[in-house]
């Protein structure tokens, strides 16, 4: 019973370029969330998605971010003319139903150079 | 705004042990609070939770207790092993849809 997968593990890009994270939740996980943790801070909340939908994107910068569940394969955290302060550890996690204890894959490490 | 805060960046214990972490909060509306533990280069893990009509609950060498009048919650590890040694973090929680995070304790436990 594999766990959030997530990938790549680690992530380098050019200032400008696109980054793309994959995130599969657990098997029979329905809800999906992105977290990210800048250095020496916290993980914040970015956004909650159900299959095809975007529940809570609150968190997400208004500008180069999104995100999609789509009903066949993984969430996709979208990351559009990347710039440095983009470098950070990109969590997902899911959970089977709208839940207090939901599971964290190992995370993107991206580095913006 | 950090609704959610760890002011103990870290902490050293010897072995055996009490290993004491704190959290403090802003949000009274918060009703439900986790803690996490991080090793590097991986995921947060699930510790242990608590909601807002306990003060305390209790899973083996863990325990956290939640003050909500004074907004503070603590997690008890007794007694601490090398093996504890990891980032631990605390959450809370007003809906289940995002949590708001803790900038975390770095624990090592001594040998």
């Known amino acids: 019973n594999a766990g959030v997968m997530q990938n790549p593990r680690h992530l380098v890009r050019r200032r400008g370029q696109e980054a793309r994270l994959r995130c599969s939740p657990m098997?029979?996980?329905?809800?999906v969330y992105w977290y990210r943790q800048l250095p020496e801070e916290g993980l914040k909340f970015m956004v909650y998605?159900?299959?095809?939908?975007?529940?809570?994107e609150s968190g997400m910068p208004k500008e180069r971010f999104s995100a999609e569940f789509p009903k066949e394969g993984p969430s996709i955290l979208r990351i559009q003319q990347v710039v440095r302060g983009d470098s950070a550890a990109y969590f997902c996690?899911?959970?089977?139903?709208?839940?207090?204890?939901?599971?964290f894959g190992s995370g993107t490490r991206l580095t913006v150079v | 705004d950090q609704q959610v805060k760890q002011n103990s960046p870290s902490l050293s214990v010897q072995e055996g042990r009490i290993s004491i972490l704190n959290c403090d909060y802003t949000n009274s509306m918060f009703d439900y609070f986790l803690w996490y533990k991080k090793y590097p280069a991986e995921g947060p893990t699930f510790l242990i939770s608590?909601?807002?009509?306990?003060d305390k609950n209790e899973d083996g060498r863990f325990t956290v207790f939640l003050n909500k009048s004074a907004k503070h919650l603590s997690l008890h590890i007794v007694p601490s092993q090398p093996g504890d040694s990891a980032v631990y973090f605390c959450a809370a929680s007003l809906t289940g849809n995002q949590f708001y995070f803790g900038t975390g304790t770095s624990l090592t436990v001594i040998p």
């Open positions: 998605l159900q299959k095809e939908n975007i529940i809570d």
């Open positions: 098997k029979g996980h329905s809800h």
């Open positions: 996690a899911s959970s089977p139903e709208l839940s207090y204890g939901y599971t």
């Open positions: 608590i909601s807002s009509i306990k």
